[in-house]
């Protein structure tokens, strides 16, 4: 994950898990262990925030293939210097030169790809 979108996800998560607690849909107890639950899946590196200095090159292209919305430039470099896919939600990312996945797509292939792994193995 590129730095600026995780620190824009640790803002975001702060601030809706604080709307939960408020609303009463949450305690306070609750909203620590997820925040801390975030927080150690960075410390064990099953989400890996990349330096900007690894992307900050290719900020001009970036921003040019996310015309909608700019500030999501970030993502677009890392995912150019890794070649790899973006997992969204967001449209703003589609044309962007980038393969872009969705959660329902991304299972999709990697059941395709496990049930084509097992026919390889039983061949």
């Not at 994950?1 to 824009?8: F, L, N, P, T």
């Not at 949450?26 to 639950?37: D, F, M, P, V």
């Not at 999501?72 to 790899?84: G, S």
Request: glycine content about 8%; overall charge negative; charged content about 30%.
């Amino acid at each position: 994950m590129a730095e600026h979108q995780w620190e824009e996800a640790e803002h975001e998560l702060s601030r809706r898990l604080s709307i939960l607690e408020s609303q009463g849909r949450l305690t306070a107890e609750h909203r620590t262990t997820l925040q801390q639950s975030v927080g150690d899946l960075v410390e064990a590196r099953a989400i890996e925030v990349v330096p900007r200095d690894t992307y900050a090159s290719l900020e001009q292209v970036a921003t040019e293939r996310v015309p909608r919305d700019q500030r999501d430039w970030p993502t677009v470099a890392l995912a150019m210097v890794l070649n790899a896919g973006i997992l969204t939600g967001d449209n703003d990312f589609l044309g962007c030169g980038c393969p872009t996945w969705t959660v329902e797509t991304l299972r999709a292939e990697l059941r395709r790809r496990g049930s084509q792994s097992g026919k390889a193995r039983g061949s």
